[in-house]
């Protein structure tokens, strides 16, 4: 098995506070989806909601996380009229 040199993987990049528990938060949505099937966080008190294709209903993964509706739908429309117009094209 190869291993790289401790010397690459040792050094600490400097964490901001926010960065810091937006860290920990995804480590507590992780550790309980894995122990439950579903993901959520003590500490930030929010409930990973389920997808639902009506509403599209996500998560919005940031230091003020909070369930979203259509978080990119001009987005994807754009895309989805863009690959549309290809296909067409050809």
């Given amino acids: 098995m190869w291993r790289l040199p401790s010397a690459l ?51 919005q993964l940031d230091s003020s996380s909070a369930p979203m509706s259509l978080l990119k739908a001009k987005e994807c429309a754009w895309f989805s009229d863009y690959i549309v117009a290809q296909v067409q094209m050809q």
């Fill in 9 to 59: 993987y040792t050094h600490q990049v400097p964490q901001s506070a926010d960065a810091k528990q937006f860290s920990q938060t995804m480590k507590e949505y992780w550790a309980t989806f894995i122990s439950t099937g579903l993901p959520s966080s003590r500490t930030s008190g929010v409930t990973w909601p389920a997808y639902v294709n009506d509403t599209e209903l996500t998560l």
